[in-house]
């Protein structure tokens, strides 16, 4: 699904083109994810109400301004590794593991959304790791051990609020 490499400079950092390709191919998958979490994130900051309405707007807002600032890190590592990053809604409809949300459900209905979208771009990451560890690609580990902390905690926090 990941387009060929541009043409120009050779890209030579130690990792052959076909492995840098099936990190790239995950990572967009992982992008896709992200993005698809960072929308439906920021429709439930719009869009939620109800008793805990201050605390959920809030919530989700950081948690989107988080999510904004982590897919301009996994585009950019797809670009480091020579190919571009997937950036349409159609892309993302195609790669991403995450359902679209239609209407507006009720804020505890949000916060389950969000729980399983979290978890799902952790699991997105953490399939990626076999091809990275093969290919003793540390940058690209770092960023998956990074975002999966991020999105494994927040689930956590998400999931407090659905505690009795």
């Known amino acids: 699904m990941v387009a060929k490499t541009q043409q120009g400079p ?3 950092i130690g990792i052959p083109e076909a492995e840098r390709a099936r990190i790239a191919e995950g990572l967009s998958r992982l992008l896709a994810d992200t993005y698809t979490l960072y929308l439906k994130t920021h429709n439930f900051h719009w869009n939620v109400k109800g008793p805990m309405f201050q605390t959920l707007h809030l919530m989700f807002e950081t948690q989107y301004n988080e999510l904004a600032l982590a897919v301009d890190l996994i585009a950019e590592r797809i670009r480091a590794l020579g190919f571009p990053a997937p950036g349409t809604y159609g892309q993302y409809g195609k790669l991403s593991s995450i ?11 949000m916060i389950r959304l969000l729980v399983e979208g979290q978890e799902a771009v952790a699991r997105t990451a953490r399939k990626i790791f076999p091809l990275v560890e093969k290919a003793n690609d540390e940058p690209t580990a770092d960023l998956l051990t ?4 991020v999105h494994e905690k927040t689930a956590w926090m998400l999931r407090s609020l659905l505690e009795e």
């Not at 990074?146 to 902390?149: D, F, I, P, T, V």
């Open 99 to 109: 359902e679209e949300t239609e209407g507006v459900p009720e804020a505890r209905e």
């Open 146 to 149: 990074q975002r999966m902390q």
């Open 10 to 12: 050779r890209i030579d």
